[in-house]
T-cell receptor, first 112, second 117 residues
Framework: DAKTTQPPSMDCAEGRAANLPCNHS???????VYWYRQIHSQGPQYIIH???NNETNEMASLIITEDRKSSTLILPHATLRDTAVYYC?????????????FGTGTQLKVEL | DSGVTQTPKHLITATGQRVTLRCSPR?????VYWYQQSLDQGLQFLIQ???????AKGNILERFSAQQFPDLHSELNLSSLELGDSALYFC????????????????FGPGTRLTVL
């Protein structure tokens, strides 16, 4: 599976957009980009995923560069409850499912 | 609420003992995954079951075993416990490709915190 690189930590003011970058320069054509987050020892929470097009859901937007070597997760209006570790994961699809390989993620701290 | 349940929430036991962790996947999900999260190792994949059969294995110790039952719930058995087995154990489930398309999104339970004294 492709390796990802994320900054270890970021700060964001409440109400502002949080832009979390992820580098995945060795991504293959059949690999999706997934984002999860983990709030203080709770179970990881799925946020969004994409292949090559930008994606948006009720939680966030995912912007994938045209060459697919990097992506950005955008939380449009961060709140204190968005403070968490955010994981960017790249994985191929396999019939019957495939494991998630977690890195160290980005610790996002949202402050007043 | 992800729809995945895990019991117990907390477990405290002694070295050398054996414990069983239980996971109930989301309704209809065929795949169950087990992950371990310790302070020094981060989140690591242990094992996957798909519709009752072992599908993939990660860094799972020989002292650990798992199974998935006909009703699709899964159990993770940890034996001869050591201090280093203290960790959070998460279960995740995902649907079949037929059900959800090819993206196989995994949804995690709240975890079981195991403390070995």
């Amino acid at each position: 599976d492709a390796k990802t690189t994320q900054p270890p930590s970021m700060d964001c003011a409440e109400g502002r957009a949080a832009n979390l970058p992820c580098n995945h320069s060795t991504i293959s054509g059949n690999e999706y980009v997934y984002w999860y987050r983990q709030i203080h020892s709770q179970g990881p929470q799925y946020i969004i995923h994409g292949l090559k097009n930008n994606e948006t859901n009720e939680m966030a937007s995912l912007i994938i560069t045209e060459d697919r070597k990097s992506s950005t997760l955008i939380l449009p209006h961060a709140t204190l409850r968005d403070t968490a570790v955010y994981y960017c994961i790249v994985r191929p699809l396999r019939r019957g499912g495939n494991k998630l390989t977690f890195g160290t993620g980005t610790q996002l701290k949202v402050e007043l | 609420d992800s729809g995945v349940t895990q019991t117990p929430k907390h477990l405290i036991t002694a070295t050398g003992q054996r414990v069983t962790l239980r996971c109930s996947p989301r309704s209809g999900d065929l795949s169950v995954y087990w992950y371990q999260q310790s302070l020094d190792q981060g989140l690591q994949f242990l094992i996957q079951y798909y519709n009752g059969e072992e599908r993939a294995k990660g860094n799972i110790l020989e002292r650990f075993s798992a199974q998935q039952f006909p009703d699709l719930h899964s159990e993770l058995n940890l034996s001869s416990l050591e201090l280093g087995d203290s960790a959070l154990y998460f279960c995740a489930s995902s649907g079949s490709i037929e059900r959800e398309g090819p993206t196989d999104t995994q949804y995690f339970g709240p975890g079981t915190r195991l403390t070995v004294l």
